[in-house]
């Protein structure tokens, strides 16, 4: 497996249908991407577990697995995006493959510009645009996925491992209210042990503090909504 080549923009494909793995790669690597495919879940997690990829593209059927359980795996580790490219073109896969994370969902045949274009607009959500610089905006918040860091007023703020990846759920999932049950169920602390509800609580308030505006509650970025959960606050134009 290469590593990134330049610039480009590094895409895994789980893929088991050899005319669609070679459609694909010949559109993609056209686009100027660089491809990497796989045709099994087992292969799939290794490639991950060896490499980085800027966004995944998978099957849902696979001769090992599914790409729902591949997509969890992803999730669990990351914040990178995920389109599914499926034939299953019934409602509860799509509702389910988006619920677990995935940026969108492309049901088969598709349209290469169709593709093309859906890809790109996932990729300007992430932020990977000029140059592919991975930087999350929002407000006067700015987080360099590449590097790790997060600022705030070009500032940078100090993280903990934790607040940084809950930080990056919420910047991933906007105007979408994250409950307590999901959170405890995507974090775990540095020595590998799930986070339990009084230390969540614990996080968040630290992660507001070191966020948000402290001389007004109003101006908390993240939210409290009650009985379901946390979302982040809009912000004003």
């Not at 994370?101 to 932020?127: C, H, M, Q, W």
């Not at 070009?154 to 990846?165: G, S």
Request: proline fraction near 1%; charge should be neutral; include cysteine.
């Amino acid at each position: 497996m290469s590593g990134c080549r330049g610039n480009k923009v590094k895409i895994l494909i789980v893929e088991d249908n050899k005319s669609i793995i070679e459609s694909l790669e010949y559109l993609l690597e056209k686009e100027g991407f660089e491809v990497n495919i796989v045709s099994s879940k087992k292969q799939a997690l290794e490639y991950i577990k060896a490499d980085s990829f800027d966004l995944f593209l998978l099957d849902v059927e696979l001769p090992d697995g599914t790409g729902f359980e591949i997509c969890r795996y992803i999730k669990n580790i990351s914040n990178k995006p995920i389109i599914f490219v499926s034939a299953r073109i019934e409602e509860s896969n799509i509702v389910y493959g988006l619920d677990l994370g995935a940026d969108d969902y492309i049901t088969k045949p598709f349209g290469n510009n169709e593709l093309v274009s859906r890809i790109r607009s996932v990729l300007r959500r992430y932020s990977l645009e000029v140059g592919y610089k991975r930087i999350l905006v929002y407000g006067d918040l700015k987080v360099d996925i590449d590097k790790a860091k997060v600022y705030k007023n070009q500032e940078e703020l100090f993280l903990t491992k934790l607040e940084y990846k809950i930080l990056l759920m919420f910047l991933n999932n906007e105007n979408k209210i994250i409950t307590r049950d999901e959170l405890l169920e995507k974090i775990w602390d540095i020595d590998g042990n799930y986070v339990n509800d009084n230390t969540l609580s614990v996080y968040i308030r630290r992660l507001r503090d070191k966020i948000s505006d402290r001389k007004s509650k109003d101006k908390q970025l993240i939210q409290t909504v009650r009985g379901m959960g946390y979302i982040l606050n809009k912000i004003s134009d």
